[in-house]
Nanobody
């Protein structure tokens, strides 16, 4: 069992930056693929970025060059650095942990990111 707790969301002006954190409890954090998803009102949840230990991260086209995902396995934490934020980045951001088998997924409670002037 893995519990995920996100933090770092908030209100920011266009062009600003935020850093999201996701702290995971439980063991064997390093084996999980960690991802950030987001869901805007009236839209489906979408993948923003994903990272596996020792692998290259992948990103949604809409955030490439602006967002950076990273993980610290020693601290059981995954981060999402978001720069050059746009109003269309406004959404609830969710942290996800996917087991190597692909059959088990864990979700955090979500953190609101609002980009507005």
């Amino acid at each position: 069992q893995v519990q995920l707790v996100e933090s770092g969301g908030g209100l920011v002006q266009p062009g600003g930056s935020l850093r999201l954190s996701c702290a995971a409890s439980g063991s064997r954090f390093s084996v999980y693929a960690m991802g950030w998803y987001r869901q805007a009102p009236g839209k489906q949840r979408e993948l923003v970025a994903r990272i596996i230990s020792g692998g290259r991260p992948n990103y949604a086209d809409s955030v490439k060059g602006r967002f950076t995902i990273s993980r610290d396995n020693a601290k059981n934490t995954v981060f999402l650095q978001m720069n050059s934020l746009k109003p269309e980045d406004t959404a609830v951001y969710y942290c996800n942990a996917a087991a190597p088998s692909g059959t088990v997924n864990y979700w955090g409670q979500g953190t609101q990111v609002t980009v507005s002037s």
